[in-house]
């Protein structure tokens, strides 16, 4: 189990809308996006796209996916599978937990679905 880190508060990051964590803050390879779904949960994946280079923080999340914003591939929030084309590999996902106001992300650990 990896040690949590508070990386935002709930209110900061809109239903439907993502923030990317830096990896100077989360210790990974990849930059780190939170994404809170349209059902009010928070997930985190990987930022950049597998087809590109893309921000995920910055696309569309809704009904638990994300939408990439350059080319419309969409990713699992649960589970990081690809479920629409271009891109063909799946994203790495974190577990997050909400405590109160806070979002806590434990960078490495999968989360518990
Ligand atoms: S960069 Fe994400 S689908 Fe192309």
Do not use: Y
Request: charged share 25%.
């Amino acid at each position: 189990m990896t040690e949590g880190i508070k990386v935002a508060k709930n209110s900061d990051i809109p239903e439907g809308e993502g923030l990317a964590i830096p990896r100077s803050i989360t210790g990974t390879d990849d930059d780190i996006a939170i994404l809170h779904d349209t059902d009010g949960t928070f997930w985190a994946l990987n930022d950049t796209c597998t087809h590109q280079v893309a921000s995920l923080a910055e696309g569309w999340v809704e009904d638990g996916t994300v939408e990439c914003p350059i080319h419309a591939s969409r990713f699992c929030l649960k589970s990081g599978r690809v479920s629409g084309l271009p891109a063909t590999r799946g994203a790495v996902c974190h577990r997050v937990e909400v405590r109160g106001e806070d979002i806590w992300l434990f960078p490495g650990e999968s989360p518990a679905v």
